[in-house]
């Protein structure tokens, strides 16, 4: 079993819907929550950042976490076609470092 | 305000050659993580250094691959001998501490041919 899951996708939604996209992960001594965004040809860049369990909003994205369920998601509201990337999950292995473990990503694409 | 900074931006070796990845972290970072991106896969931690120093290489091949951040110069991800199976996107990223934001660059894309 990977130590964190992923939905592939891809995601297909029109301009303006709502997107959630999730992670389930394995190890429960994971505190730290991550979702970073990938442009074709890019690097990533940190989106959210999430420390233990609850909500986080930043603009029109909103971080949650379910540590009982070992279950986190990222929701987009009003999504546009500059949101189309990949969204990729990451959490520290080992506390507050960046040695991370990413899931494989979900693609996205916004249609207008 | 440069971001991390890595070259090649593409790179094509034929098997058995050598391939080295250049990375200048930002400005006031001195810690340094370098990530592969194989296709289909999600990205994997290979190494995190600091300046002169590895401290954690845990996620490097025990054979061929190398890297180094040394005093002066950007850290260095060296392959000798590269096979098809290391063709994928290696990624560095940096932070000004051990923990925090991490920032990466765009990528090396490697090809073996």
């Known amino acids: 079993q990977k130590e964190v899951e992923q939905d592939p996708g891809p995601l297909s939604v029109p301009e303006g819907a709502i997107v959630s996209l999730n992670c389930t992960y394995s190890?429960?001594?994971?505190?730290?929550f991550m979702w970073y965004r990938q442009y074709s040809r890019k690097g990533p860049e940190l989106l959210m950042y999430?420390?233990?369990?609850g909500n986080k909003e930043d603009g029109r994205f909103t971080a949650q976490v379910d540590k009982s369920s070992k279950y986190i998601s990222l929701f987009i509201r009003d999504s546009q076609p500059s949101d189309s990337a990949t969204y990729l999950c990451?959490?520290?292995?080992?506390?507050?470092?960046?040695?991370?473990?990413f899931g494989t990503g979900t693609l996205l694409a916004v249609q207008p | 305000n440069a971001g991390v900074m890595q070259n090649p931006r593409h790179l094509v070796r034929r098997r058995g050659q050598e391939a080295r990845l250049r990375c200048s972290p930002m400005?006031?970072?001195?810690?340094v993580y370098w990530y592969r991106q194989l296709p289909e896969e999600g990205l994997k931690f290979m190494v995190y250094?600091?300046?002169?120093?590895?401290?954690?290489e845990s996620g490097m091949p025990k054979e061929r691959f190398s890297a180094e951040f040394p005093k002066e110069g950007p850290s260095i991800l060296r392959i000798q001998q590269v096979v098809r199976g290391d063709s994928a996107a290696y990624f560095c990223?940096?932070?000004?501490?051990?923990?925090?934001?991490?920032?990466f660059g765009n990528g090396t894309r490697l090809t073996v041919t």
């Open positions: 990223a940096s932070s000004p501490e051990g923990t925090g934001p991490l920032h």
């Open positions: 190890n429960s001594a994971f505190q730290y």
């Open positions: 999430t420390y233990s369990s």
């Open positions: 990451a959490m520290p292995k080992g506390g507050a470092t960046n040695k991370l473990i």
């Open positions: 400005k006031g970072h001195s810690h």
């Open positions: 250094l600091q300046k002169e120093n590895i401290i954690d």
